[in-house]
């Protein structure tokens, strides 16, 4: 995939998450760090997308309504500044709700059912047959977040490809039915450190697999996640070769040391032998500790003004839906039901 150089020019960012539970590792390093360094250079937007967290969660709004709180914390603790990030929440911007529904009819259900991210997400919450229609069409609702803002980069893990695969494609199908200029094509911004596996080395940080640290984490339980953090399983003695590769201890040394030179020569030895699992799980529990006790104490800072977080959101979600109201009125234009508008 061909990197993208943000930094002269201004661009118009979008991204977000889904508030299904607090944000973890695996997004911090994934894409919340990026967010940090891009929002004073361009006009950010991030979107707390409780609409789509209710696809699969219809029975659960109060999980949802409680994590919006959370996920806002999180943001505002790794560092967001909201003076110059839009944070929002989606579904009090019905304008999104609208455009999805014209976005809906550019899109097929094989289409649909293409999507390798939605595919395994089927798999994983066992739906079978049953999947809920809203769950299922949740690309083209993304699609209607990218859009509505005319964002042209859009910071994700790789898991979130496809989505920007489909936008693209609503995009190009609108633009070309409605023969107009008006969406913008997106492109995904990749982190530059590889996704990190969970801590039990299986496939990606998930918090249904168990196998997350949380942002939100308290020293004490970092220190039992790493202590019994999945390592080498042939890796019994000191002495033993050890595998770096597909160790996840490694993975997360790898995106939070800071001293590469050390690292390097704790690699090393571990292939070489003679340096245990202990040592690398103490490193790196100095290193996390480290960037996340800070994180940690702000996140407490913030928890005591919840009024002054609510704020934030509203103001927010205000400025947003203004955004969008604007991308709407020039969406009802192009397909000319903009009825009343006087011409
Ligand atoms: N699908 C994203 C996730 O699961 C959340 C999301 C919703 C999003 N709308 C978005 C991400 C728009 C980027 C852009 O985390």
């Known amino acids: 995939m061909k990197r993208i150089s943000v930094k002269s020019e201004k661009h118009v960012i979008l991204t977000g998450d889904r508030p299904s539970g607090p944000l973890h590792l695996g997004h911090y390093v994934g894409s919340l760090r990026q967010r940090v360094e891009l929002q004073h250079k361009n006009k950010q937007f991030i979107i707390i997308a409780d609409a789509q967290a209710l696809t699969d969660n219809a029975e659960n709004p109060e999980k949802v309504r409680k994590n919006i709180f959370e996920v806002a914390l999180d943001y505002l ?93 609503i995009v190009r199908s609108f ?101 245990g699992d202990v040592v690398v799980k103490h490193r790196l529990l100095e290193v996390l500790l480290a960037e996340l006790d800070p994180i940690r104490a702000r996140r407490k800072e913030f928890t005591q003004d919840p009024a002054h977080i609510m704020r934030i959101l509203k103001e927010g979600t205000e400025a947003a839906r203004e955004v969008a109201s604007r991308t709407l009125a020039e969406v009802r234009e192009a397909m000319h039901i903009d009825y009343f508008v006087n011409k």
């Open 77 to 169: 603790a790794v560092g967001i500044d909201p003076a110059v990030t839009t944070i929002f929440i989606q579904s009090l911007v019905p304008e999104l709700a609208e455009l999805t529904m014209y976005y809906l009819n550019l899109v097929t259900i094989p289409r649909l059912q293409r999507n390798p991210t939605v595919k395994d997400e089927i798999k994983q919450r066992g739906f079978g047959t049953g999947i809920p229609v809203g769950f299922f069409a949740y690309p083209v609702s993304q699609a209607a977040d990218i859009t509505a803002f005319k964002a042209d980069i859009v910071p994700v893990g790789e898991d979130q490809l496809p989505m920007i695969e489909q936008t693209k494609e």
């Open 175 to 275: 633009n070309r039915i409605y023969n107009c200029f008006v969406l913008i094509e997106p492109k995904a911004l990749l982190s530059s450190v590889p996704r990190l596996p969970g801590t039990d080395g299986k496939g990606k940080m998930s918090k249904s697999l168990g196998n997350v640290i949380s942002l939100c984490d308290s020293a004490d339980e970092i220190c039992r996640k790493v202590k019994n953090m999945y390592t080498d399983p042939k890796h019994l003695r000191v002495e033993d070769p050890g595998t770096v590769e597909g160790n996840p201890v490694f993975a997360y040394l790898d995106a939070f040391d800071p001293d590469k030179n050390s690292l390097q020569e704790m690699k090393d030895q571990y292939r070489h032998g003679g340096l």
